[in-house]
DNA sequence: TTAGCTGAGTGACTACAATCACATAGTAGC
DNA sequence: GCTACTATGTGATTGTAGTCACTCAGCTAA
């Protein structure tokens, strides 16, 4: 399918390159659609794409030496994932598959590498991007540290929480929350202790479920300090 | 104490750059020490250095909020920590400690900025690093996934084994290994856990102790297969 | 409507790693 | 040498999260 450099401009990170640059990417870009669960990148291997997203949720995922499932991240739209190549060339650490059905543009990567060098304000936004993923990969890593199970699945809705009901603790509502699984892997549990963890919460009245697609958080303060650890669940 | 160009082209990071460029560095940096477990970098601060080690041995570490003490990776001679500031300006994200007593040469942040600007050189290999950062924070994260506790622990010693001796299988030593303690934190284990896979290792003959600061793995092989999980211990 | 699927809730049981509480061995400093 | 400290080894006990085996709810696509 066509790609437009309108639809690459509503990217904020593509945003900054100028038109004709643009124009350019654009046609060597092409945009694909997965469907839930579809693999969108292949670990392991070199992917000579970026993948920005469009619509929908992609989780980067890892597998154990067993075959066990590992959560390290979501994609959200607007943003992008893949681009690790893009600094050594080396291979796509991890999958990403799609979490709901998406729509994402596939730049290469070797056409970026090149608008790059004459645009120092994309490769500041790269550098920038990859060290904000440092930093989440490393708060997550000390998020498992935590031996309190429940404390640990709080921290982590609580880090689902838009930023603004964290700063006022307002009660907010998280839009297409992860299903328990998608929980469980992020933070090394078995999708029945998420289950068991939320019935709490929600007896409590600190969360509670509105369909599929909505997760209202009643209690926020209550939430933070469960996931500080202030107090016990 | 004085720090000579020398000194900074002993570091492969820095050696690419030009004399002039090496001694204007040389002039505003500083040598600091550090006794074991001195604090080199302290979590949640601007730091406006990156560390540069040159002797001893350094470890990345965060702590959860109930005051866990989390291993986050390893700094051997010649690398360098403390760089993400470099791209987002933020604060660092993580303590580094001294494991053993060590030396270090602090460079200005700022200073290290405006060569990156002339030396797309030191630019490319600043990404290259944080892109290895990345790969080796998400490979630990998929190791913490592994269910069986003695496969995690083979795995991490895997790790430490040279590069030549894990493509040959041949025997090899590990220098100055890390405690039972430190595999204890990386790995979200108790430091008693990790000693009884080491007695299990050692009266298989597996690994040998020789005094505190050598560890021979005598049989790669079955390390191996105990870290991909193809046997049992 | 029905079938089929995925996600969620729940009880019973169990394995296993953490914890505690020591003992012991190295090493470093004086 | 002696003392102090850190690292390591080991048993007993216990808590707790994983696993299994279900049921139930909600969605969607014939």
Known sequence: ?????????????????????????????????????????????????????????????????????????????????????????????????????????FVPMESLRLVTMENPVLLKLLGQRLAARVRQLTRQRSLLGLPNISQRVCCQLWLLVSDDARQHLQSSVINNPPTHMEIAIMLNLSRETVSRVFQILQTRNIVRRDGTSLLHVSDSAALKRLADGSEEL
């Open 1 to 105: 399918m066509q790609v437009t450099p309108e639809l690459l401009s509503a990217f904020p990170s593509l945003k900054p390159l100028p038109p004709a640059t643009l124009a350019r990417l654009a046609q060597e870009s092409e945009v694909r659609k997965f469907a839930r669960r579809g693999v969108v990148m292949t670990a392991g291997v070199r992917e000579e794409f970026v993948c920005f997203l469009f619509e929908g949720r992609l989780q980067g995922v890892d597998f154990t030496i067993d075959g066990r499932e590992v959560g390290l991240y979501f994609v959200e739209p607007g943003d992008f994932c893949g681009e690790l190549g893009m600094f050594d060339h080396g291979p796509q650490p991890e999958f990403v598959i799609a979490l709901t059905a998406a729509v994402t543009v």
